[in-house]
């Protein structure tokens, strides 16, 4: 069975550093891009930022508001993805999600939808 | 910056048609992914490239995508689509995944 399961959610404050894990099962990961999506308290999604395979070069990208903060990494041994979150805001508060791009899990065929997501991970920065 | 608009809430009595909008410059020439989103639990593909189902979602699930405007329809609505729904696209120009900011489905 396909899954990622997610670890590394609590609380900060203002300016501190967190790291969320997710580890992958039952499909390849090596092979597949790799996407971190957040979710403010009662609001929509917010793309985080992506890495790409390793056969891609790993090139990682962000959004805007995380750039320069957040680094995404992965361990394809491990097969764990990881997100370090640095120099955390209090609008940073969300639930981070994990999530594979290119139907990994074969229950599509699109070259980009996401298809699996982990369980989430309440991340809450507050003094 | 792209951005995709979708009416915040949308309410359906069970048996009918729901209609979902997604708005967006030129959307018809991206390609559309659409999410549904229970409360408390990580969102599910139920339509991916404008108009295609992954296994194990309902036929009742379609989707379309012309002009400025994507669509996800759902037919025969039941109580247990009941969810917040978003449309996703990747926007080129900035290399970001863009999402709507959702659409609330009420079945009366």
């Known amino acids: 069975e396909v899954n990622l399961l997610q670890s590394g959610g609590g609380s900060v404050n203002p300016g501190g550093s967190l790291r969320l894990s997710c580890a992958a099962s039952?499909?390849?990961?090596?092979?597949?891009?790799m996407n971190w999506v957040r979710q403010a308290p009662g609001k929509g999604l917010e793309w985080v930022g992506r890495?790409?395979?390793?056969?891609?070069?790993?090139?990682?990208e962000y959004s805007a508001p995380v750039k320069g903060r957040f680094i995404i990494t992965r361990h394809d041994s491990e097969k764990t993805l990881y997100l370090q979150m640095n120099g955390l805001k209090t609008e940073d508060t969300a639930t981070y999600y994990c999530?594979?791009?290119?139907?990994?899990?074969?229950?599509?065929?699109?070259?980009?939808?996401?298809?699996?997501w982990g369980q989430g991970a309440l991340v809450t920065v507050a003094s | 910056s792209y951005v995709l608009t979708q009416p915040p809430s949308v309410s359906v009595a069970p048996g009918q048609t729901a209609s979902i909008t997604c708005g967006g410059n030129d959307i018809g020439t991206r390609s559309v992914h659409w999410y549904q989103q229970r409360p408390g639990q990580a969102p599910v593909l139920v339509v991916y490239d404008d108009t295609d189902r992954p296994s194990g979602i309902p036929k009742r699930f379609s989707g379309s995508n012309s002009g400025n405007t994507a669509t996800l329809t759902i037919r025969r609505v039941e109580a247990g689509d009941e969810a917040d729904y978003f449309c996703?696209?990747?926007?080129?120009?900035?290399?970001?995944?863009?999402f709507g900011g959702g659409t609330m489905l009420t079945v009366l």
């Open positions: 996703q696209v990747w926007h080129s120009t900035t290399a970001h995944w863009v």
């Open positions: 999530t594979t791009e290119g139907c990994s899990g074969g229950t599509c065929y699109s070259t980009d939808a996401f298809d699996i």
């Open positions: 039952g499909f390849s990961f090596s092979d597949d891009w």
């Open positions: 890495i790409k395979s390793r056969s891609e070069g790993a090139a990682v």
